[in-house]
Every structure is written in structure tokens, then in C-alpha cells.
């Protein structure tokens, strides 16, 4: 069993940045894609970031320009890379790996931007 195990979340400024990470506990064979995902109170989990196994990358429409999304295989290890960051953008933060047979959910990461 795969375990995801985010960190890097916290409570920072508007405008300040923080970078999430979500280690693998092990590498996961034929990945298709990875990604980040928030939920904050009341509202629907959203996808922020993605990037597939061939390299596609997306992000939501608030992220663009702010937020980087990327991998280090040889650490079994994804990053969001978060700037100048809004009173919006706090939520819980989940990492996602999509494989061939199974899908892996963190147990999330909790970032507070205050304003």
C-alpha cells in the first residue's frame, strides 16, 4: 500500500509564498498522472494542478502565473510551488497520484493565508 504524505502547508501573508510537498512512501510503478487538490470549508474539492506522465501540465485558472507544479522522481516526491498568495487560496492542499489500478489521496495539508 502506497501511503501520500503532504507538508509544507502553514499560515502566511498575502503575497507571501510556500511550497507543498507529498512524498511517496514508496515509488509507484506506471503513474499517469499527479496532482494537487484543495477543499476549503463549504465547498467542493477543486483540482488546482496537474501533470501527466507525458509531461501536461495544468493549472486552475486562479493559479496561473502564481502556482508551479513538479516531480523528482528519484525522491517519489511532488511539489506545488505557491506565490504571492490570496485570502483565497487557503484551504486544505491534497495530493493526488492517479495510477494504472489504484488511486492515492494524502491525508491533505492545511494552508491559511491571511490578509
Request: aromatic share 8%; net charge positive; glycine share 10%.
Amino acid at each position: 500500500q502506497v501511503q501520500l504524505v503532504e507538508s509544507g502547508g502553514g499560515l502566511v501573508q498575502t503575497g507571501e509564498s510556500l511550497r507543498l510537498s507529498c512524498a511517496a512512501s514508496r515509488s509507484i510503478f506506471s503513474i499517469r498522472a499527479m496532482g494537487w487538490y484543495r477543499q476549503s470549508p463549504g465547498k467542493q474539492r477543486e483540482q488546482v494542478a496537474s501533470l501527466t506522465s507525458s509531461g501536461i501540465i495544468n493549472y486552475i485558472d486562479s493559479a496561473k502565473g502564481r502556482f508551479t507544479i513538479s516531480r523528482d522522481a528519484a525522491k517519489n516526491t511532488l511539489y506545488l510551488q505557491m506565490n504571492s498568495l490570496k485570502p483565497e487560496d487557503t484551504a486544505v492542499y491534497y495530493c493526488n497520484v492517479v495510477g494504472d489500478l489504484e488511486v492515492y489521496w494524502g491525508q491533505g495539508t492545511q494552508v491559511t493565508v491571511s490578509s
